[in-house]
């Protein structure tokens, strides 16, 4: 059974850092694409970061700020977060895929068909 457990959410102030896990179990052999995406409340799930095997993309809200990885060794990808600020207070949730994607197709929330239940960020100002 495939299973994506995240963990490393909380609350921090404006100009905080966090890092986000996303334990990955159950898969036959690696999964082609990783990615995180986050849900505000009243607002539609959007994707935030994507890495393959090659490359990673980011949405334009986070570049320069924060920094999708993988740990293939422990079956763990990270979203490592700096200079939060309020707008990225969102559950954030964790996806993957067994297909590699290029940039059309990276960042869309169609493309992944296993998900975690989320950890929850909160960024006061």
């Known amino acids: 059974q495939v299973q994506l457990l995240e963990s490393g959410g909380g609350s921090v102030q404006a100009g905080g850092s966090l890092r986000l896990s996303c334990a990955t179990s159950g898969f036959t052999g690696s999964m082609k694409s990783m990615a995180w995406f986050r849900q505000a409340p009243g607002k539609e799930r959007e994707a935030v970061a994507s890495?393959?095997?090659?490359?990673?993309y980011y949405a334009d809200s986070v570049k320069g700020r924060f920094t999708i990885s993988q740990d293939n060794a422990k079956n763990t990808v990270y979203l490592h977060m700096n200079s939060l600020k309020p707008d990225d207070t969102a559950m954030y949730y964790c996806?993957?895929?067994?297909?590699?994607?290029?940039?059309?197709?990276?960042?869309?929330?169609?493309?992944?068909?296993?998900w975690g239940q989320g950890t929850q960020v909160t960024v006061s100002s």
């Open positions: 890495i393959t095997i090659v490359n990673t």
């Open positions: 996806a993957a895929a067994n297909e590699g994607y290029n940039y059309s197709w990276a960042l869309k929330e169609v493309s992944y068909s296993y």
